[in-house]
C-alpha cells in the first residue's frame, strides 16, 4: 500500500476517454478502465503538482463531504488509478 500524503501522482497522458452518462471509458494501451465522476474527477487532478491531501479538500468541496471522509476516498482511488496504470507517482518509492 502506498502512503499519499506526500506524494504528487500524475495521470499518464497517453489515454483514450469515452464518457457515458456518469461514467468514463479511459482506455490505456490495452486496458479498459471504467471510471465513475469521482474517480475521474481524481484522476483529472493527478497532474504532477498536487498532493493527495489537496484533492480531498477539493473533492470535499465539491461534493459536500467532510474532508476526512474525501481523504479515504482519495487514498482508494488513488490506489485504484496507480495499480491500474493510469497514474505515475514521484521518486518517493512505496510504503
Given at each position: 500500500m502506498i502512503d499519499w500524503t506526500d506524494r504528487t501522482p500524475q495521470n499518464v497522458g497517453e489515454v483514450?476517454?469515452?464518457r457515458s452518462g456518469d461514467e468514463t471509458a479511459?482506455?490505456?494501451g490495452?486496458?479498459?478502465h471504467?471510471?465513475?465522476?469521482?474517480a475521474l474527477a481524481i484522476w483529472e487532478l493527478c497532474d504532477g503538482a498536487t498532493h493527495a491531501g489537496e484533492m480531498a479538500q477539493a473533492i470535499a468541496e465539491v461534493t459536500g463531504l467532510d474532508v476526512a471522509?474525501?481523504?479515504?476516498?482519495?487514498?482508494?482511488?488513488?490506489?485504484d488509478l496507480y495499480s491500474g496504470?493510469?497514474?505515475?507517482?514521484?521518486?518517493g518509492g512505496e510504503e
Open positions: 483514450w476517454t469515452r479511459v482506455y490505456h490495452d486496458s479498459l471504467i471510471l465513475n465522476a469521482s471522509s474525501a481523504e479515504i476516498d482519495v487514498r482508494r482511488a488513488l490506489d496504470g493510469l497514474i505515475t507517482i514521484d521518486e
